[in-house]
């Protein structure tokens, strides 16, 4: 069974830094991109940060790029997003999601783990 | 590329039709996904490339669609059906999600 499982979520401060870590089982992690997701109290979803099955691309958005990076260990089947500089509108649940290769949808998803910026 | 989602709720009844529309600021062939999100759950793929039904999808859902307008069609409504629904791009980065549309089932 495939499985995502986010952590590393907390409260932090303005200007604060966090690592998200992403568990993934239950298939061959090495031979999927990897995408992170997040979502704002009440909000709709936005798409953050990709990285290619290698690690070797990745992509950020626009709200991010600079701040945030995203990493991973095939070897330990694990997906990373550290950000830096945090502010308040970061404060969100993120999500790790499968990217598959046909129409390139994203096909299974983590609970998520949430990331407040407070003062 | 912005996608726009319409309307962005609605409210129908059990046994009913509804039709969600979702439009690209430009053209992405059927490089689109539909996604269903319950409150407090992580969002489920419904249809991909714009048309084809994700595995264990109810045949209820279907999406049609190319270029710059795309639409999820949900017949027959069942109560499980109260959920929110995305549409999300996939022809270049940054893959850019509709703002949602809320359906209520009375």
Known sequence: ?119 | IQMTQSPSSLSAFVGDGVTITCRASQGISSALAWYQQEPGRAPKLLVYSASILQSGVPSRFSGTGSGTDFSLTISSLQPDDSATYYCQQLNSYPYTFGQGTKLEIK
């Not at chain 1, 200007?15 to 995408?35: E, K, V």
């Not at chain 1, 990373?80 to 790790?96: H, V, W």
Request: aromatic share 12%.
């Open chain 1, 1 to 119: 069974e495939v499985q995502l499982v986010e952590s590393g979520g907390a409260l932090v401060h303005p200007g604060g830094s966090l690592r998200l870590s992403c568990a993934a089982s239950g298939f061959r992690f090495s031979n999927y991109d990897m995408n992170w997701v997040r979502q704002a109290p009440g909000k709709g979803l936005e798409w953050v940060s990709f990285i290619s099955d290698s690690g070797s691309t990745t992509y950020f958005a626009d709200s991010v790029r600079g701040r945030f990076t995203v990493s991973r260990d095939n070897a330990r089947n694990s997906l990373f997003l550290q950000m830096e500089s945090l502010r308040a509108d970061d404060t969100a649940i993120y999500y790790c999601a499968r990217e598959v290769v046909v129409g390139r949808p994203f096909d299974y998803w983590g609970p998520g783990t949430l990331v407040t910026v407070s003062s």
